[in-house]
């Protein structure tokens, strides 16, 4: 087993345990078998990609968090972080620069 398939198996368990959900549960949601979403978990199968977009929907996650747990979060809250700092430091900026004109 690879890493990926290693990081996506635990993830696709984590964010299916955080919902509270059996994989029987995650199965009917994404319109799939419980027989493969224990196989996906146990690392004995790999879903299509057609099926990771339906496991991401049922788990309202984005399908890159499948692959690097809190994927899309990091980014909404990089852009955040960053709005941020420009929002604070920006007018500080030019107001020093326009003092010193």
């Given amino acids: ?16 345990e955080l919902k509270g959900w059996s994989q029987s ?6 319109d799939s078998s419980n027989g493969q979403i224990g196989n ?3 690392g004995k199968a790999f879903p299509s990609f057609e099926l990771i977009f339906r496991l991401a929907a049922a788990l309202d996650i984005h399908p890159a968090d499948l692959f690097l747990r809190n994927a899309s979060v990091s980014k909404e809250k990089l852009n955040h972080a960053i709005s941020t700092i420009i929002q604070e430091k920006i007018p500080k900026l030019i107001e020093e620069e326009l003092a010193s004109i």
């Fill in 1 to 16: 087993m690879n890493i990926n398939t290693e990081e996506f198996r635990l993830n696709l368990k984590y964010y299916r």
């Fill in 40 to 42: 996906i978990e146990s």
């Fill in 25 to 30: 549960q995650l199965a009917v949601q994404a």
